[in-house]
């Protein structure tokens, strides 16, 4: 690893230049760039050796849309599949870059990074891990047959070149400032083998600590440990039985009964009084979740016109959403990021809301003096989403707006919010860690998650300026006038900062909360 990358740039100042020393989540910087294997990894096993063996029967709060990395797009698709792939880097808690396939990555320049690659990966069906694979991924995402929805994370990547079966290039067609952070997010490296002879929705095939074994629809899903991993000690667990269970008191009693010991989710009503109970292990993270915000069709009337979403925004109260939909916890939703993100800024021209007058005003200037009605798509199994839209109504009737709530499960939620067959609804990102991981996702005119069908051609420009810089104090204030953009043309209103609760038996340990939010199954481990 050479001292000096980047037109003799000292490698700590090309890294600021590319933004990466300021992805610390949770107020430490990266590490060095040519981490070694082992670093960090198994840090959140807890001390001394973790017992081997075991099962661990975890509750997710649904069921995946498919097992495949490429083109997933439900969080507990996510929750299953990072157990089952690897990626080239990771996360860890701290937020620091770990290596994962790759040992040590070399910035050459700001538009070329060299990764060499670990020597020791067999896919699970026996295919031996190599750099034709690196190559095959991200040409594979970057395909428009693929349909992924992450490709725009990649699009800056001109070439992967093989240098050999332990050493790629990724040649860049400009300069990328959340490239690692992207790798880190959604690099899931798959096999062409295993991809082209079997449905990868449904037959995932990695190189991660667990390996695929059945899927009963409606049911579970189960993995078993890989024992040829190539991270000596890893995996402790033998098996993994994911079960999909509503986040209510069906939870709360599997879990004291044994039926499960590890849960993604309490109830939240039941939060303070769980995250105290002697029996469990709980644990959290400030800066480790999921914006939610409501999302507004503005291809569809009423919410083609921006007055009627400001409106909106004038009125609804989001300490009181917090308060009820959430029972007080997370944060009250400012932006993509939450206030412990070195990205947060903190701009709200709404916090002095909710102001009904104005809110009645600019219903009237939009033509709807008398008031309307909209329609609010639901999701009866996230709670909280569904309560946040009972919440909005109630808020909304003051200002003469009907809001009826039409509840739909997750999958039906899923394909009517894609295609752009709704009005208003609640929704979420999941993994947002740097700014561009939402914006040119969700915001971005053609976004493969811009289900508002929202378009801005100056906020496209300032998108596309902030991910093609390298130096994080620009891509901060890039990012102000983004927000600014997006808040006045308010095509979503953020309500909400939500942060994940693992609730689990006193004999699991090493589940940790990370901002990639993996579960990194890998360092967990059950006393039998």
């Known amino acids: 690893m050479t001292n000096n990358p980047g037109q003799g740039l000292p490698r700590r100042s090309f890294l600021q230049r590319a933004g990466l020393l300021g992805l610390a989540v949770a107020g430490g910087g990266i590490v060095s760039a040519c981490s ?9 096993a807890g001390s001394g050796a973790p017992a081997a063996g075991g099962v661990l029967k975890a509750a997710l709060t649904g069921e995946p849309d498919s097992l495949d990395p490429a083109v997933s797009s439900v969080y507990t698709g996510a929750q299953v599949y990072d157990g089952i792939f690897s990626k080239l880097v990771d996360l860890g808690p701290d937020g620091q870059v770990v290596p994962r396939l790759a040992t040590k990555w070399t910035p050459t320049d700001e538009k070329t990074w060299t990764f060499d690659l670990v020597g020791n990966a067999y896919f699970h069906n026996g295919e031996k891990f190599t750099g034709d694979d690196v190559k095959y991924t991200f040409e594979r995402i970057l395909n428009p047959k693929t349909a992924s929805a992450y490709a725009p994370l990649y699009a800056p990547i001109d070439a992967v070149e093989v240098v050999s079966p332990t050493q790629v290039v990724f040649h860049l067609k400009t300069s990328f400032g959340p490239f690692l952070t992207n790798l880190a997010n959604n690099g899931e490296i798959v096999n062409q083998k295993a991809v082209e002879s079997k449905d990868p929705a449904r037959n ?4 991660g600590p667990f390996q695929f074994v059945e899927w009963v629809q409606g049911d579970h899903i189960t993995l078993k440990k890989w024992d040829k991993y190539f991270r000596s000690g890893r995996p402790y667990l033998d098996e993994i039985d994911f079960r999909f269970l509503l986040v209510d008191q069906s939870r709360v009693d599997a879990l004291s009964a044994g ?9 939240l009503q039941q939060l303070a009084t769980l995250s105290k109970d002697p029996r469990f292990t709980y644990t959290s993270s400030p800066v480790a979740g999921i914006p939610d915000f409501l999302a507004m069709n503005v291809a569809k009337a009423p919410f083609d016109k921006k007055e009627v979403r400001q409106a909106i925004a004038w009125a609804i109260d989001r300490k009181v959403i917090r308060q009820i939909a959430y029972f007080g916890s997370g944060e009250v939703g400012v932006e993509e990021v939450p206030s412990g993100s070195p990205w947060f800024d903190g701009v709200d021209p709404y916090a002095s809301g909710p102001d009904l007058a104005k809110a009645k005003q600019l219903l009237a200037a939009a033509g709807y003096a008398d008031g309307l009605t909209i329609r609010y798509l639901g999701l009866p199994q996230y709670p909280e989403l569904l309560k946040t839209g009972e919440v909005v109504a109630d808020q909304l009737k003051q200002i003469g707006i009907t809001m009826q709530i039409e509840q739909v499960d997750v999958s039906v939620w899923f394909d009517r919010y894609s ?65 600014a953009i997006v808040r006045d043309d308010c095509p979503l209103i953020f309500v909400h900062y939500e942060t994940l609760n693992y609730l689990m038996q006193k004999s699991v340990t090493g589940s940790v909360v990370n901002p990639t939010l993996e579960l990194n199954l890998e360092d967990v481990a059950v006393t039998r």
Do not use: H
Request: cysteine-free; overall charge negative; aromatic content about 8%.
């Open 204 to 207: 995932p095939v990695g190189t």
């Open 419 to 483: 295609k752009g067959d709704y009005e208003i609804t609640s929704a979420y990102q999941e993994r947002t860690i740097d700014p561009d991981n939402f914006y040119s996702l969700v915001v971005k005119t053609g976004g493969s998650i811009n289900a508002m069908k929202y378009s801005n051609p100056k906020a496209d420009a300032l998108i596309d300026q902030a991910a093609a810089s390298t130096d994080t104090e620009t891509r901060k204030k890039l990012y102000a006038q983004i927000r």
């Open 259 to 267: 039926e499960i010991n590890w849960a993604d989710a309490v109830p």
């Open 36 to 44: 070694p294997s082992g670093s960090k990894a198994g840090a959140a």
